[in-house]
């Protein structure tokens, strides 16, 4: 930690370049969608805002409105972004975006974000790297969700600090539960 008098200066060492990834359409990535059924009109909504804006997803569900439970899409999406966590992306959607991101930060390597706003879109990628990013359905109008996803793919993160702060993070999911 590089803090002091209550006061964070910026870290001493250099930059590391793994951590500075490139926006998102720069590199080859793949955007996975799921939803239950509470997510699933905003989820239509998303995919339109997607094609219209070239970019590739895949949609692993649920198709209809029907009643589903939140934990199997969630994990579906997070397995494959976890496959390539610093090139695959994912976005969930429910009722409240509350569910999904719980169940998706169960998986080793995600980092979803519960995104409420245009500045927790920009600092969701460029400080927390988050690589799901979850919406709710009941909660949020598609013009927001959508300008949202748009901010959270094109911002950068910004690695130093922020970097040294997801290894912290790594580290916990990696030491497990000590009893
Ligand atoms: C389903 O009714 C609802 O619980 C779900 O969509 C989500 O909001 C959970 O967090």
Same mark, same amino acid.
């Given at each position: ?7 964070? =200066?910026?870290?001493? %060492? ?5 951590? &500075? ?11 996975? &969608? %799921?939803?239950?059924?509470? %997510?699933? /009109? ?33 994990? /579906? ?14 976005? &969930? ?10 169940? /998706?930060? =169960? ?45 959270? &793919? ?8 922020? /970097? ?16």
């Amino acid at each position: 930690m590089n803090i002091k008098d209550g006061v964070e =200066k910026p870290s001493d %060492g250099p930059v590391k370049k793994r951590w &500075l990834r490139k926006p998102f359409g720069e590199k080859k990535m793949m955007l996975y &969608l %799921g939803s239950d059924h509470g %997510g699933f /009109a905003l989820k239509q909504d998303i995919k339109t805002f997607l094609k219209k804006k070239n970019i590739a997803f895949q949609d692993l569900g649920t198709e209809n409105e029907d009643s589903v439970d939140y934990p199997d899409y969630a994990q /579906a999406v997070a397995r494959k972004v976890a496959e390539k966590p610093s090139e695959n992306r994912g976005i &969930l959607v429910c009722g409240t975006g509350i569910g999904m991101s719980i169940a /998706a930060n =169960k998986v080793p390597g995600i980092r979803a974000a519960m995104i409420y706003d245009d500045y927790s879109a920009k600092m969701a990628h460029e400080h927390n790297d988050a690589n799901v990013a979850c919406f709710g359905g009941r909660t949020q109008k598609p013009h927001d969700v959508t300008r949202w996803i748009a901010i959270w &793919l094109e911002t950068p993160f910004a690695g130093d600090r922020h /970097a040294r702060r997801v290894h912290k993070i790594s580290s916990i999911e990696k030491s497990g539960v000590k009893k």
